[in-house]
């Protein structure tokens, strides 16, 4: 079998609900939907995304580069395609859009080896599991306390019982006073999570970590920028605290050097951003070795099956208003029941797009130059 050409097209669509954190406000998704045809008529689906900026970029750098390398390659020597792309793609830089267009492609062959070989991608990966615990994650800073509680309550009576909420504002005791708001809601045998967006310094986080330690957090997600290694070990080693980083981290090389520097409990790799499933399932092997667990940033429908094949996966991210299948572009949804993901048990890794309800979204580099990109910050 080999491959004759890759097709792709890009989508933005607004989340179902208003986003903002810390740092941005979220007026938009952009997915880069891709196919992978081969000669023997299997066909690969591939996607990858970025927060409203750079989609047409990595939509570009497929078509115009990555659908050529891969013409008559074998789409069943998956680890080796990723190799040469990754080779080509590394001249213009170490990660992001290279690596988020690497992602579509790779996520596109496991589809493929998983119809050829007659079985679901987690399994292939591993299948060490064939649920994952769920956590409900609001990207909800911009909420009133009352508008918060409300939203929790919403993931609470869906059956979750861990839920993650923004901080971040200028007062820290208002950042509390929220905590423990929800905290009262959810009672003291469920757990919160808390993500700061890369908010702070390390003379900021440190005051506003030590009010928070001893509320019984899961974990503190990005408290600092994520290039400072060193400073999240020394908030790690002097507040107790476990930490969550890894959302922003592009290369296998990143997640390393945290994990020698001590750096993080809680290893978060986006399996778009880094590349797709096998730099997650390298990043994972990493993390075992470290005897660190793995919660996969966003993507809920991927990223079951990350987890779902991997012996270290912890919990998996549901982002209300952002998943594929809240978005409703999906012929069938991600099996969700009281806090607990199914991966699509079916040939490849099961997600199936509805190009019908995606057609209203696509949009071309015409249209992508009259949108009004100022309401993010």
Not at 147 to 159: H, I
Not at 338 to 360: Q, T
Request: charged share 20%; aromatic share 8%.
């Amino acid at each position: 079998m080999k491959i004759e050409g890759l097709t792709a097209d890009l989508y933005r669509i607004p989340p179902s609900i208003h986003w903002e954190d810390a740092t941005h406000r979220v007026p938009a998704l952009e997915f880069v939907v891709a196919q992978v045809h081969t000669d023997a008529g299997v066909v690969g689906t591939g996607f990858t995304y970025s927060v409203g900026v750079g989609g047409s970029a990595i939509l570009s750098l497929l078509l115009d580069y990555c659908a050529g390398m891969l013409v008559g390659q074998d789409p069943l020597r998956i680890a080796q395609v990723w190799d040469l792309l990754h080779g080509q793609l590394h001249r213009c830089g170490t990660g992001g859009i290279n690596t988020l267009a690497l992602a579509a492609v790779d996520l596109a062959l496991w589809d493929i080896a998983g119809k050829h070989y007659d079985t679901s991608v987690y399994r292939l990966l591993g299948g060490t599991r064939d649920s994952v615990p769920a956590y409900g994650s609001g990207i909800n800073l911009h909420l009133d306390e009352s508008a918060l509680l409300s939203q929790v309550e919403g993931l609470l009576n869906r059956g979750f019982s861990t839920f993650k909420i923004k901080i971040g504002r200028d007062d820290p005791y208002e950042d509390l006073a929220r905590i423990e708001a929800v905290q009262r809601l959810i009672g003291s045998k469920r757990h919160l999570i808390v993500d700061a967006n890369q908010k702070w310094n390390f003379a900021e986080a440190l005051p506003r970590a030590q009010l928070l330690r001893d509320h019984g957090l899961l974990f503190l997600e990005e408290p600092l920028h994520a290039e400072d290694i060193s400073g999240h070990a020394g908030l790690r080693q002097l507040t107790g605290m476990a930490i969550a980083a890894g959302e922003s981290l592009y290369t296998n090389h990143q997640f390393l050097e945290y994990l020698r520097a001590d750096a993080v409990d809680i290893v978060q790799a986006d399996i778009c951003r880094v590349g797709g499933l096998t730099p997650f399932v390298q990043i994972a092997q990493l993390a075992h070795a470290f005897h660190r667990k793995v919660a996969p940033h966003f993507l809920a429908e991927i990223s079951v099956t990350g987890l779902c094949g991997i012996p270290n996966g912890l919990i998996l991210e549901w982002v209300l208003g952002g998943s594929l299948s809240e978005m409703g572009v999906l012929e069938e949804p991600l099996r969700l029941e009281n806090g607990v993901a199914y991966p699509f048990d079916r040939p490849g890794h099961g997600i199936r797009f509805d190009f019908a309800r995606l057609a209203p979204y696509r949009l071309d580099a015409e249209q992508l130059r009259k949108l009004d990109l100022r309401s993010a910050k």
